[in-house]
Nanobody
Framework: QVQLVESGGGLVQAGGSLRLSCACS????????AGWYRQAPGKQRELVAG???????NYADSVKGRFTISRDNAKNTVYLQMNSLKPADSAVYYC????????????????WSPGTQVTVSS
């Protein structure tokens, strides 16, 4: 049974920082990619940051230089350090672990957290 549980969301003033954590149960975490998405009201869900099983990272242009994704495989946890927060960063943030099967014609499986609210005030 795979479950992803987030913590660290909340209310912060512009220019402040938050660190989101997402703990993954089960045995899939260490060998698969993980990431963070966010969705604001009336907008599409967008990829914020991703990290592979070996630590390679990528970021949305809007957060480059401000956000850092990392992982601790010993704790089955992925983190998102968010600095210099802006009101435009306000959204529900979701973490995901993506399992890409090695067997051909088997669908990719993505596991999702329930989401945590991040609100940045002006």
């Amino acid at each position: 049974q795979v479950q992803l549980v987030e913590s660290g969301g909340g209310l912060v003033q512009a220019g402040g920082s938050l660190r989101l954590s997402c703990a993954c149960s089960g045995s899939i975490f260490s060998s698969n990619s993980a990431g963070w998405y966010r969705q604001a009201p009336g907008k599409q869900r967008e990829l914020v940051a991703g990290i592979t099983s070996i630590g390679s990272t990528n970021y949305a242009d809007s957060v480059k230089g401000r956000f850092t994704i990392s992982r601790d495989n010993a704790k089955n946890t992925v983190y998102l350090q968010m600095n210099s927060l802006k009101p435009a960063d306000s959204a529900v943030y979701y973490c995901t672990v993506v399992v890409i099967p090695t067997t051909p014609n088997i669908s990719i499986t993505a596991y999702w957290s329930p989401g945590t609210q991040v609100t940045v005030s002006s």
